[in-house]
């Protein structure tokens, strides 16, 4: 019998209702495991650590919003799990299926054949006195941005030793294809296909008439900062960084196995979505 992990935000609206009824659906067709922390209020297997949920689970069922299945990915990663994700949050441009279609959710995580796309990552080395201190990975985007001085600041990217670009401005943002869609296009960036090998470098608010985005082949690029700077790892990790410090980015060894609706191309979700 399948085995699927199912991970859960509480803090949507009616996302425990959703997920019992989920479990009620795979009654006698899966089994179905969580933290042992879920297990105390949802009817499932509970498993000690994400390494025996992770392991013992090829699939797992996600939901929530977007924030959700980008933390679960980088949960996930290590493991190759294939992520379904239910939205039961606001947006869902990354979910698969609406709560509203649970028994096509049912159906589609018993299925022997699940299709899936490979989605790459990114990781986020700090370095500070010339030691690595702190390694991130990102599905979305690393930013680099501004602490709390409200001035502009100097953020240059380098690759090789050669200057990529220089922004006057209140950031920078790092993005993979799957982040093409996200704050980077809030910033006046280009949209990527997810399929494209390519990363994203897009400034926050420059103070530039010339400022634009650029697309380049995924490669490791430094970036430094003439001020203090706060570094964000997908909108959920947040780390302070003074002036001498500075990080690297690069295509990480993880991807995110996010599984895609075979009747929807990608342009059909870009309208659909936004």
């Known amino acids: 019998m399948k085995k699927i992990a199912l991970i859960v935000n509480f803090d949507?609206?009616?996302?425990?209702?959703?997920?019992?009824?989920?479990?009620?659906?795979?009654?006698?067709?899966?089994?179905?495991?969580c933290s042992k922390e879920d297990a105390q209020i949802l009817?499932?297997?509970?498993t000690e650590s994400?390494?025996?949920?992770?392991?013992?689970?090829?699939v797992a069922a996600v939901l929530g919003g977007d924030g959700t299945i980008i933390a679960a990915a980088k949960r996930c990663a290590p493991y190759k799990n294939i992520l379904v994700g239910?939205?039961?949050?606001?947006?869902?441009?990354?979910?698969t299926i609406e709560s509203t279609h649970l028994e096509e959710a049912a159906e589609l995580l018993c299925s022997d054949s699940i299709h899936y796309d490979d989605r790459y990552m990114l990781c986020a080395r700090v370095y500070s006195n010339g030691r690595e201190i702190a390694c991130h990975h990102a599905l979305n985007e690393v930013v680099i941005s501004r602490a709390s001085n409200s001035r502009l600041m100097n953020f240059t990217a380098y690759s090789d030793g050669k200057t990529?670009?220089?922004?006057?401005?209140?950031?920078?943002?790092?993005?993979?294809?799957?982040?093409?869609?996200?704050?980077?296009l809030?910033?006046?960036?280009?949209?990527?296909?997810?399929?494209?090998?390519?990363?994203?470098?897009?400034?926050?608010?420059?103070?530039m008439l010339r400022a634009r985005s650029i697309?380049?082949?995924?490669?490791?690029?430094?970036?430094?900062?003439?001020?203090?700077?706060?570094?964000?790892?997908?909108?959920?990790?947040?780390?302070?960084?003074?002036?001498?410090?500075?990080?690297?980015?690069?295509?990480?060894?993880?991807?995110?196995r996010l599984v895609h609706n075979k009747e929807l191309s990608f342009y059909d979700i870009l309208q659909t979505k936004l």
């Open 12 to 33: 949507k609206e009616n996302a425990l209702t959703v997920a019992s009824r989920l479990i009620r659906l795979l009654e006698g067709k899966a089994k179905v495991y």
């Open 43 to 46: 009817p499932a297997n509970a």
């Open 86 to 95: 239910i939205n039961t949050g606001n947006l869902g441009y990354l979910s």
């Open 186 to 207: 809030s910033a006046g960036g280009p949209v990527l296909s997810p399929d494209a090998d390519a990363m994203l470098i897009t400034p926050i608010c420059p103070h």
């Open 215 to 256: 697309v380049l082949p995924p490669e490791i690029i430094t970036i430094k900062a003439d001020s203090k700077t706060e570094l964000s790892i997908d909108g959920q990790i947040f780390e302070s960084l003074d002036t001498a410090d500075y990080i690297t980015v690069e295509k990480s060894y993880y991807t995110a």
């Open 164 to 184: 990529l670009c220089h922004y006057r401005a209140d950031g920078m943002i790092i993005a993979t294809p799957t982040g093409s869609t996200a704050y980077s």
């Open 50 to 58: 994400d390494e025996e949920l992770f392991s013992i689970c090829p």
